[in-house]
């Protein structure tokens, strides 16, 4: 597949505040690619560099072969953009949203278009609504069909299922897999790592850097070890116990302890004999491969 945005020693600063730091990579035509990090790594940062909102402090971004510091204009005119606050107009209508934004990108015959889009966000009963009288849901589709309206060949989101409901997030998810068989490039940032497991590949980043970029499944093995999951009571003393007398990567999830293991049985044994002499209640155990959530946790600590 070719190189669809190239990004080279990117670096982007705010006075003495290193948001991107000399960052590079590469995305694929077609490709679902996700910049995955939690809040302040860089993301929202980057994706307005991609996209020609922000201009980089040095480093080099080509997008669709184009330079991005020297043709902004062109750029913005093939690709699309969806904002974390969707950026629509709530006294216009659907229908006046996406007439809006055609017009934007110079696109006088879109009734068809949009007809095709209504449908594809099954926002067709809806197109005579007010913005502002959406559900969260609906907005969220609203603004991807504006951001599709100039069929562009490269969509950039930005964390686009943030407080949505659950059932609105997964609508838009199979949107984005319908759009992805129409061969778009779809980057997106999120920071929930069960989106990013979705993606081809993704890029895990962290204070500006870049830790991996690797497909999920390639991330996911790439320690070479197993988790042993562990629920049980109390689980503070069990946390403590591991982390204190045993010499293991050790992370803790809610009502459930995951511990990084190599040797399945004997580690297994190990750990579970040092909870029993100390009257901690295993209630239930599970040894699975590393989710991505606990790699990413497990390379931000190798990282320092």
């Known amino acids: 597949m070719n190189d669809i945005i190239q990004i080279n020693n990117l670096k982007k600063s705010f006075g003495d505040i290193r948001a991107v730091d000399d960052v590079s990579y590469k995305i694929n035509q077609g490709e679902m690619f996700g910049l995955v990090g ?4 860089g ?3 980057t994706i307005k560099v991609l996209c020609g909102l922000l201009k980089p402090t040095s480093g080099d971004v080509t997008i669709l072969g184009k330079d991005i510091s020297t043709n902004t204009k062109e750029i913005k005119n093939l690709i699309g953009y969806l904002s974390q606050k969707f950026s629509l107009y709530h006294d216009l209508s659907v229908d006046e949203n996406i007439e809006f934004f055609a017009k934007i990108h110079n696109i006088n015959n879109f009734d068809e278009r949009r007809n095709k889009l209504l449908d594809f966000t099954r926002l067709n009963t809806f197109r005579n609504r007010l913005a502002d009288n959406l559900s969260g849901g609906m907005k969220q589709k609203l603004a991807l069909a504006c951001s599709l309206i100039h069929q562009p060949k490269i ?4 964390e686009p299922t943030t407080g949505v409901d659950p059932v609105s997030r997964r609508d838009f998810w199979k949107i984005l897999s319908d759009l992805q068989k129409q ?3 779809i980057f997106m940032t999120t920071p929930y790592l069960d989106e990013a497991e979705r993606c081809n590949r993704v890029a895990l980043m962290n204070q500006g850097k ?7 499944d390639n991330i996911k093995s790439s320690t070479g070890k ?6 049980c009571s ?3 003393l069990a946390y403590q116990l591991i982390k204190d007398k045993l010499n293991y ?7 459930r302890i995951n511990i990084f293991i190599e040797r399945e049985e004997n580690d297994f044994s190990e750990i579970k004999s040092l909870l029993e002499k100390n009257s901690v209640k295993i209630i239930n155990s599970r040894i699975s491969k590393p989710s991505l959530e606990n790699v990413f946790m497990h390379l931000i600590k190798e990282a320092g």
Do not use: H, R, W, Y
Request: proline share 8%; with cysteine; charged share 25%.
């Open 183 to 185: 061969n778009i490039t």
């Open 155 to 158: 969509l950039f989101l930005d």
């Open 234 to 236: 109390p689980i503070k």
């Open 249 to 255: 990567e050790i992370q803790i999830f809610g009502d």
């Open 38 to 41: 939690p809040d302040g790594a």
């Open 43 to 45: 993301k929202s940062t």
């Open 210 to 216: 870049i830790i991996c970029v690797d497909t999920p």
């Open 226 to 231: 197993l988790k042993l999951e562990i629920i």
